[in-house]
């Protein structure tokens, strides 16, 4: 039976509209955009409004903060992959002269240089960008380190005001207008601006006492702004949480994508409910590990989840300073969708083609006396798993050599090759100097690392 439809059930949009609405009455926001998106499309919408008969719609624009962060990191990463810097530069390489410059381009993405957290005063977020005209005016020159760069994850803005200087010294143009052709142009996302524009949310705070409410004001931050200055929709959300899940080859692979979203340094909490990746936040929530971001400005918050193991997205878009916590929104509405309707596991497909000598590598093989199993999988992929134990085993890739690269797991980025003898029969397998035979300790016993006892398998 084939599913027809890319809607959620009534149920599970009733569930979904009933936490917006919890959030924005008991948030006290004067409204409220959330949305899910499912296997790349957005699937249902939902928003509340303090104004009668009103709601925004997912073409409504509201600051998105920190979650430009993203945006910048996708840039970020191109460069590294056009091989115009690599990760482990450090920041004075390219873009000398900073408070930072021994900082490296990792150490930035990942918050772990050790920077500051914010700008000297006044504060940036509710200031214009004029009173801060140079990167020098972004750290304190006397101490910009508030921890040795590499040993801790320290959240800093001026950090990615610094990658987005990085983005305008190597590309010799505006970042802002970097990421429009880049990234935004490609992947449709044309509601998405370093300045408002028509239709967008006004920001408010409100009273924490009284249900009153004050304007805040809309700053162009200046070289801050990537840390936090583009405004978004709904719709555009949807579109960037389907890239960050699946990647698109005109902006960056899904390889890449993948290294983003991978632990970048270790979390401060023990029980590692959060972490950062390249450009990427992590947290775990209810069992499941999402990759996105939060975000908030004065008068606005925001926060977009992917949960790769159920296909699922969300983000939530408030106008308010503080109440509605939407990072906390958006991971429940994954949550809901993923209670209400689980996702259908992919149906198994067997291979189109059948390589013989693949086909013949199948099966057991033993490393020392360990068993495991090798499988061909329909994707082409080989998977090397251990018979029994706890650890998880590891899937390969071919390369254009003729050898298997990891993919996850202990043998992530590991080569495995298949050693032949002069026959060309199949001798054993080497995973990164781990020799797989076809019995537990089995020939070529001169392939084992320190030999095979002569005598063999014995009782004793």
Do not use: C
């Amino acid at each position: 039976m084939t599913d027809q439809s890319d809607q959620l059930l009534p149920t599970t949009r009733r569930a979904l509209l009933h936490r917006v609405a919890v959030a924005q009455a008991e948030g006290r926001t004067p409204s409220l955009v959330a949305g899910v998106v499912r296997d790349g499309r957005l699937v249902w919408t939902g928003a509340r409004s303090m104004v009668d008969g009103h709601a925004p719609d997912a073409d409504v624009q509201y600051r998105i903060g920190s979650l430009t962060k993203t945006f910048v990191g996708v840039l970020v990463l191109r460069l590294r992959d056009e091989g115009l810097l690599d990760l482990t530069d450090p920041l004075g390489r390219h873009l000398p002269g900073t408070p930072a410059d021994g900082v490296t381009v990792a150490q930035l993405l990942a918050h772990s240089g050790g920077i500051a957290a914010e700008t000297p005063e006044p504060w940036w977020e509710r200031t214009d960008g004029a009173l801060r005209p140079g990167l020098g005016d972004l750290l304190d020159r006397q101490n910009p380190l508030k921890h040795p760069a590499g040993q801790r994850h320290h959240y800093s803005n001026p950090g990615y005001a610094l990658l987005g200087a990085l983005v305008e010294k190597l590309r010799g143009e505006p970042w802002g207008e970097v990421l429009r052709r880049e990234v935004l142009a490609p992947l449709g996302l044309d509601r998405t601006t370093l300045l408002p524009e028509h239709p967008h949310a006004g920001g408010f705070a409100v009273h924490p006492w009284a249900d009153v409410m004050l304007p805040e004001p809309l700053t162009d931050t200046g070289l801050m702004a990537p840390a936090g200055q583009l405004w978004s929709t709904g719709a555009d959300l949807a579109r960037w949480a389907a890239f960050l899940a699946a990647g698109d080859d005109r902006v960056l692979t899904a390889d890449t994508l993948a290294e983003m979203r991978r632990p970048a340094v270790g979390p401060n909490d023990a029980d590692w409910t959060s972490g950062s990746g390249l450009g990427l936040q992590l947290r775990r929530h209810e069992g499941r590990l999402l990759y996105g971001h939060t975000g908030s400005m004065p008068g606005f918050t925001a926060g977009l989840w992917v949960s790769a193991e159920d296909g699922l997205a969300a983000f939530a878009l408030s106008n308010a300073t503080s109440g509605t916590d939407t990072p906390l929104l958006a991971a429940q509405l994954i949550g809901i969708t993923a209670a209400h309707e689980p996702r259908l596991p992919a149906p198994w497909r067997p291979l189109s083609e059948v390589d013989q000598e693949l086909l013949a590598l199948t099966g057991p093989w033993y490393w020392g006396a360990a068993p495991n199993v090798l499988r061909l999988r329909a994707d082409g992929v080989l998977e090397l798993t251990p018979q029994a134990g706890v650890h998880r085993g590891s899937r390969f890739r071919p390369e254009p050599d003729g050898t298997w690269r990891g993919l996850d797991n202990y043998h992530a980025g590991e080569t495995l090759r298949v050693v032949r003898h002069a026959d060309g029969t199949v001798s054993h397998l080497d995973v990164g100097s781990f020799v797989y035979t076809r019995e537990p300790y089995g020939r070529p016993a001169a392939a084992i690392p320190g030999g095979v006892d002569p005598q063999g398998w014995r009782a004793f």
